[in-house]
Each structure stands twice: as structure tokens, then as C-alpha cells.
């Protein structure tokens, strides 16, 4: 989950703080604070954005009632279950109306399906995979959140933006701008599979203040997913509904998976530059790929959340922003009986539709090895496989010019470019 700074710190993008940074704790328990939600309470259109515990229907659903009342100040726009910290509900009101250009880019995701990453690729192939020219401005400052930001103005801030912007919203498909739902710009819809997901979200709950810093076991957080409880709602709905989306506006929404990018992250930068319309050389595309792989993107201070303007927004001391970054994480926690209940979930969600979910990373891999994509019945896929693009025997060295654009990739290119386990090797949340 992405997070935008308060326009009231004091930061230099490029160099650093100028000031002390402010703590979320303080600036939430004071007179000020107290004087803002009052007036905040006061100039809510009801209609739209609601204090979530004032909704009648949780009297009669303990169970959501339970996980509502962990989320500081949560509301709800629209019946959607949003945290209250850093979502003012001024700029939920006025999102339908928010006036979207040609050249923007957004990058949407449900909650911990690798938002981060992918803000970080797309970010570098807007700089021509230039790494000198992000290495010291924060990732917050180049790929700025739709929802999720300063508590005044921040709609005013986004319009200030120069072209071509870059943004990002975990926002499900009904709730973004109504230009953005008619497909106004390009979109890039990252999915990632339900149970890690779950197991990804569950530690964010854990480590950030916004989310209440839960202590909740994780039998009973898991409850909290499958009912669709959740901050953002049901990953099911989101998901599916943003598919169905892609389908209708192939050309401009590029339906992505988190396990492609574990998979094929070369690839899958040269298919997003083509996609941006951004034609990278095979240079510019080996410097992505190396810088942001997991181990960099870790140790990164300008994506890691380790350096923000407002301090407290996350307990290091519970879990890091970026914990494994693999695909499969979720055999540590399910138990076989959730397991096999999540499948149930599953199956009756997913029943009605031709999207494929992948939870085991050999059959992830084996679906990219036969399809070339995990997404292999993705709109812009024709019945027919395109042949793969042949890499000579001869091919020697790192170099990424024997490396083409195709639909279908070859298990060669896994043993030659990657000389190591893929599903090891890049990664991030």
C-alpha cells in the first residue's frame, strides 16, 4: 500500500528532510487533530462518505464489527471499507469528477499484489532506465496515490502534477475517477494470488499504525479476507472486476501477475515499455531488471518505507514493508483445512470466469514455460501461440539484445538468462 506525505512536512525530493519529520501518532492525537475530524464529521456528504462504526449492519455481524473497530478513524465511501489516517474524505468526494489526462498512467492493485514494484519498473522506463535519476527522490514523490495522501488539497496537488503523470490507487473499479472508467489513459491492473495476498496483507495489518498495528492471530485475520472484510473490500471483487475491465479495454488496461514479474521480470519490463509506448534498449531494460531485484529493492530507502516525511506510519519492529517478495509464502501459514476452505472460496468466486489463479510455483512456472504468460487467455491473446523467439546457441554474456518481445517463453531463455531458480531471483511486494 502506497503512501503519499503530508503537504505540511518540509522535504527537499532530491537531498532530503529540512525539518524534523512529524509523527502520525501526534498529529492524530492532537487539539488540532480533534479540531479537523470534527470539521471533517461536519462537512461529510453522507451520501457518499460515512464514519464506518456508525453503519447499523454491524450489530448484526459481530465478526466484521471486530476487524472495523481495529482500523483508526475507518470510513466508508461508497459501502467500501477505507482507513481513515491518510484518506481525507474531501478528496473521496470529489474523485468522480477528477479530471484525467491522455498521457497518465495508473497503476491499480488490491492491497500487497506487488504495487510497489511495479510503481518502481514503471517509474525507471519513464527515465529511460536511467537508475542515476531515482536513486535519491523517494517513490512516493514520482508515482503519486489517488486516494492516499495530504489532508487538504490533494486533489488541487494532483492537478499541479506535469505531464505525463504516474499514479497509483488500490481503489476497486466503481470507485475510481469516472474518466479512468472509461479508459481515458493507459492502466496497468497488477493481480497476485489470493492466499499470498492474504499472508502479504496480513503482515502489513501487523506493521502499520493506519491499520490499527493488529495483533490479531492469523486464523482470525484470514476469517477477515475470506469474508471480504478487509480495507479495499473483497480481493475476489476487485479482481474480477477489473478483468472483466481489461477485456473490455485491451488496448489501453494491461492485465499484469505478480508471479510474471517473480517469472520473467526481463520480459515483462520490455512488455510494459512497449505497452507505455516507452521502447527501451536492451541496456536500459538489463539496468531495470538489476535494480529491482529483491535484495536492492529491500535495501532501498527511496521504496523500502524506511525514510517517509511522517514518522509512525509503520512498526519495523513487527514486519518490513518488503518481507520475502516469493511466490508460495502461504504454505508457512494455511493449515491444510484452510487451505482446502480458501479453495472452496475460490472456486465459487472464480466459477463464472476464464481468469486462472496459480498458487503452486511449479505450476506457475510451467504455465509460463508452455504460455509465456501465467495470464495466458489474456484479451490481447489470440488462439494461436506466437512462436517463441529462438535464442542462439552461440549466445553468450548478460547481454539482453538476443532477448525479443514474445507471447510465448522459452525454457531456454530461463536456463541462460537467469542461471538461477526464477521464482527466487526477482521479486517484491
Known sequence: MQLLP????????????????LSLKLLYNSPLATLLKGWRKANMKEDVVKPALEDPTLEDDPLRREYVESIPEAQTFRGVLLQGYLVPPTVLEGLDDFEIRDDDVFIITYPKSGTTWTEEIVSLIYQGGDVKRVEKELLVYRVHHLEVGRPFGHLRYLRKVKSPRLMATHLPLPLIPRQLRQSKCKIIYVMRNPKDTAVSYYHHHKMSTFLGNTSAAWDKFLEHFMAGHLVYGSWFDHVLSYWEFCKQHPSNVFFLSYEELKLDLPGMVVRLSEFLNRPLAPEAVDAIVRHCNFESMKTNKMVNREVLPITDLFDMTKSKFMRKGIIGDWKNYFTESQSEAFDRLCNSHMSGSDLRLVFEPEDAE?????????????????????????????????????????????????????????LTLYSGD
Open 6 to 21: 503530508s503537504a505540511i512536512t518540509s522535504y527537499n525530493h532530491s537531498v532530503g528532510f529540512s525539518g524534523k519529520m
Open 366 to 422: 510451467n504455465l509460463f514455460t508452455t504460455f509465456g504468460r501465467i495470464i495466458y487467455n489474456h484479451p490481447e491473446r489470440t488462439q494461436e501461440i506466437e512462436v517463441a523467439t529462438e535464442v542462439t546457441e552461440d549466445y553468450e554474456g548478460d547481454e539482453l539484445s538476443a532477448y525479443e518481445p514474445r507471447n510465448c517463453g522459452p525454457q531456454a531463455f530461463f536456463q541462460i538468462y537467469l542461471q538461477s531458480d526464477p
